[in-house]
């Protein structure tokens, strides 16, 4: 895994590639103020931040991943005193009501995959607003 220590990280996890490269090429096109690290599924989220000391501004979550999920995911940041107050984006192809819930009562963003670029864009500049927040 490639990070630069001196651009401000935005921690993205997915299992689907394709995902990944789409938002990594969005937020590209915006800006390259900041390092993009991919995840494949929670449990490797937990890894990076627990071994290798990473302190992103943001984490992206896909709900539907292999191993851990997004939402046991977001149950451990919500649960560790470290990162419960660290923004948090469910970025997912789920509507279901549950999943839009769980993300209310964690206080944390939801966004549906979309299927038009333009709207990918706005998803991204989302993310950079929420990280720029966090800095401020």
Known sequence: METNATKPIILYAEDDEDDFDSIKDALSQIT?????????????????????????????????MPIMDGKET???????????????????????????????????SFFRKPTLYRDLLHVAQMVLQMSSEKVS
């Open 74 to 108: 977001l149950l451990w940041l919500k649960g560790n005193e470290k990162y419960k107050s660290l923004p948090i984006m469910i970025f997912t192809t789920s509507s279901r009501e549950d999943d839009v819930k769980l993300c209310q009562t964690h206080k944390c």
């Open 32 to 64: 390259d103020n900041y390092t993009l690290v991919h995840a494949r599924h929670g449990q490797e989220v937990v890894q990076l931040l627990e071994e290798e000391k990473l302190q992103p501004l943001i984490i992206i979550l896909d709900l539907n």
